[in-house]
């Protein structure tokens, strides 16, 4: 019989190019990725502690180095199994796998959550003109991109050559050391901004109306001005006919946790200190780190999320550096009522003024799960002794309605009890970012692909609908209105990055019912930021109160 050949060299070869790609792609990703993203963190949190930064440095390296070397090294096998033509470096497996690598992760850093009104130059009425525009510009990337890699592979190949690569790694380690040591140090000796601080009491100038606080999570501004031009929402009109209407800026890339913890507290980020939805803790990170923004940090860490010692923490009332607009005026004496704060409720903090009352974000479905018992209570309810109605009213039920049942109950409440109403009063609902993000595809479809005609006629009025539920709030006979007589204030923030939203810019909406002097009905305010004006709105219609700007 004749002898078979022997596979082992070709064997050998194999893996030897393949441990040769994947300690490229250790290298490419720990480097050229995982530090860069490492001091961008360490930057956006304002790590103080050296050791901390370090610990951050240690984790970046490995996460992305890791992965990159593991994509690098598979794909450039992939490639040489389906017997890819031989070329000279730039051109060899671990460059093209390098190449498709950075593809995949610029793309989608550039695209993900453009919305048609962020279009440059023009805005897409139907997906056909949207889809068209992202495969142009999907090209022009692309090829950038792609000549970008070549480029700096055929620089790599040039400093190995010389034998000045394994210098530049060195010298670029040192840099990234050294920035970790350094940042902390410098925030240290040059502190940020921070919150003001001031007595409650003496922000009271002058007796004023109560005022309704009312946060609508995820409302589209558009969408609302279409329905209130149709005669839909007449109570709501009648606040931008009479009161004061207009569009704020937001912040770019944030989203409902960062936007609301402004409103609130009428701060900018950097002052209220919170920059997204969670902390991401591992060892030696201390309180943890807010991640940044695509930079897939989110993604990556959860492929670790059952490594002891790494976990997700999400924000809540403890995070903010800033108290909320209700603490300030139930500490300034005034009678105060929350019904739901968004997490900047929880845990429930304890109200000072006698007849304040607090009820905290979750609520409805703590009820439900675990009754009414104290111990559990007392971390959404303050005063924990809540009457038996507004228990049954917020128990098991779904967002909007159960803060809507719930504030007219103890309304109704304190009226029997022959207490006034409060003079201020914070109502809170995520409904309509829920919603739109289930539903918006069938609410504009000629914006989607596949789209059916059964799914619009089952699901096209979803989105109107809870503007429809909304508008029951401040007016309608059982509404707010007609038991408390506030000033309203709303904020309606569209959805941060929303890829569902159809509509023109992401921006929040300030609408007051009542005017300024010297302003007139219906008249838009200065264009502003945030933190400047919806923040500050509120509170500054509270007695008189002054929201504390970012200025």
């Known amino acids: 019989m004749p002898e078979r050949p022997d596979a082992s060299p070709a064997s050998g070869a194999t893996f030897a190019a393949w441990r040769r790609d994947s300690t490229v792609g250790l290298l490419y990703g720990a480097l050229l990725f995982g530090g860069p993203i490492s001091v961008a963190h360490v930057v956006h949190n304002r790590v103080e502690s050296p050791l901390a930064a370090l610990a951050a440095l240690i984790l970046f390296l490995l996460l992305y180095g890791c992965n990159v070397g593991a994509l690098l090294g598979a794909v450039g096998w992939l490639l040489r199994l389906a017997a890819f033509p031989r070329f000279r470096l730039t051109g060899a497996p671990a460059v093209w796998a390098a190449c498709l690598l950075n593809l995949a992760i610029f793309q989608p850093v550039l695209f993900y959550g453009l919305t048609y009104g962020q279009v440059p130059g023009f805005e897409p009425r139907t997906f056909v003109g949207m889809a068209s525009f992202l495969v142009a510009a999907g090209l022009l990337l692309g090829a950038l991109v792609w000549g970008a890699t070549l480029i700096v592979a055929a620089g790599v190949r040039r400093l190995a050559d010389a034998g000045r690569l394994r210098r530049l790694l060195a010298a670029v380690a040192v840099v990234l050391g050294a920035a970790h040591l350094g940042l902390p140090i410098a925030f240290r000796l040059l502190p940020g901004d921070?919150?003001?601080?001031?007595?409650?009491?003496?922000?009271?100038?002058?007796?004023?109306?109560?005022?309704?606080?009312?946060?609508?999570?995820?409302?589209?501004?558009?969408?609302?001005?279409?329905?209130?031009?149709?005669?839909?929402?007449?109570?709501?009109?009648?606040?931008?006919?009479?009161?004061?209407?207009?569009?704020?800026?937001?912040?770019?890339?944030?989203?409902?946790?960062?936007?609301?913890?402004?409103?609130?507290?009428?701060?900018?980020?950097?002052?209220?200190?919170?920059?997204?939805?969670?902390?991401?803790?591992?060892?030696?990170?201390?309180?943890?780190?807010?991640?940044?923004?695509?930079?897939?940090?989110?993604?990556?860490?959860?492929?670790?999320?059952?490594?002891?010692?790494?976990?997700?923490?999400?924000?809540?009332?403890?995070?903010?550096?800033?108290?909320?607009?209700?603490?300030?005026?139930?500490?300034?004496?005034?009678?105060?009522?929350?019904?739901?704060?968004?997490?900047?409720?929880?845990?429930?903090?304890?109200?000072?003024?006698?007849?304040?009352?607090?009820?905290?974000?979750?609520?409805?479905?703590?009820?439900?799960?675990?009754?009414?018992?104290?111990?559990?209570?007392?971390?959404?309810?303050?005063?924990?002794?809540?009457?038996?109605?507004?228990?049954?009213?917020?128990?098991?039920?779904?967002?909007?309605?159960?803060?809507?049942?719930?504030?007219?109950?103890?309304?109704?409440?304190?009226?029997?009890?022959?207490?006034?109403?409060?003079?201020?009063?914070?109502?809170?609902?995520?409904?309509?970012?829920?919603?739109?993000?289930?539903?918006?595809?069938?609410?504009?479809?000629?914006?989607?692909?596949?789209?059916?005609?059964?799914?619009?006629?089952?699901?096209?009025?979803?989105?109107?609908?809870?503007?429809?539920?909304?508008?029951?709030?401040?007016?309608?006979?059982?509404?707010?209105?007609?038991?408390?007589?506030?000033?309203?204030?709303?904020?309606?923030?569209p959805p941060a990055v929303h890829p569902a939203s159809a509509r023109p810019g992401r921006r929040a909406v300030a609408v007051r019912a009542g005017r300024s002097p010297g302003s007139s009905a219906g008249e838009q305010p200065r264009a502003g930021r945030l933190p400047d004006r919806a923040g500050a709105v509120g509170a500054a219609r509270a007695g008189g109160c002054r929201g504390q700007s970012a200025g």
């Open 194 to 493: 921070r919150p003001a601080l001031f007595d409650p009491a003496a922000l009271i100038a002058r007796p004023a109306q109560p005022v309704a606080y009312l946060g609508f999570d995820g409302l589209d501004p558009g969408f609302l001005v279409d329905l209130i031009d149709d005669g839909e929402l007449p109570n709501l009109g009648e606040f931008v006919r009479d009161g004061t209407f207009g569009r704020l800026e937001t912040f770019p890339g944030a989203n409902s946790a960062v936007i609301w913890a402004s409103l609130y507290t009428g701060e900018a980020p950097d002052r209220h200190h919170v920059h997204d939805f969670y902390r991401v803790r591992f060892p030696g990170s201390g309180a943890g780190l807010f991640p940044v923004h695509r930079t897939y940090f989110k993604e990556l860490i959860d492929l670790l999320a059952r490594v002891p010692g790494i976990s997700r923490r999400f924000v809540n009332r403890l995070d903010l550096a800033s108290p909320p607009i209700w603490e300030i005026t139930d500490r300034a004496g005034l009678p105060t009522v929350v019904v739901d704060g968004y997490f900047y409720s929880f845990p429930a903090q304890r109200m000072l003024e006698p007849s304040s009352r607090l009820l905290g974000y979750g609520l409805n479905d703590t009820l439900a799960a675990s009754g009414s018992a104290e111990t559990t209570l007392e971390w959404f309810v303050q005063p924990p002794e809540l009457p038996q109605e507004v228990l049954d009213a917020a128990a098991g039920r779904p967002d909007l309605d159960w803060q809507h049942r719930a504030v007219i109950a103890l309304l109704e409440h304190r009226s029997r009890q022959g207490e006034p109403p409060p003079r201020f009063l914070n109502l809170y609902t995520h409904e309509p970012d829920t919603v739109s993000h289930q539903r918006w595809r069938w609410a504009e479809p000629e914006r989607f692909p596949f789209v059916s005609q059964a799914g619009i006629d089952e699901h096209g009025e979803a989105v109107a609908n809870v503007y429809r539920q909304i508008e029951r709030a401040p007016g309608a006979r059982d509404g707010l209105r007609h038991r408390f007589r506030p000033r309203p204030v709303a904020d309606l923030r």
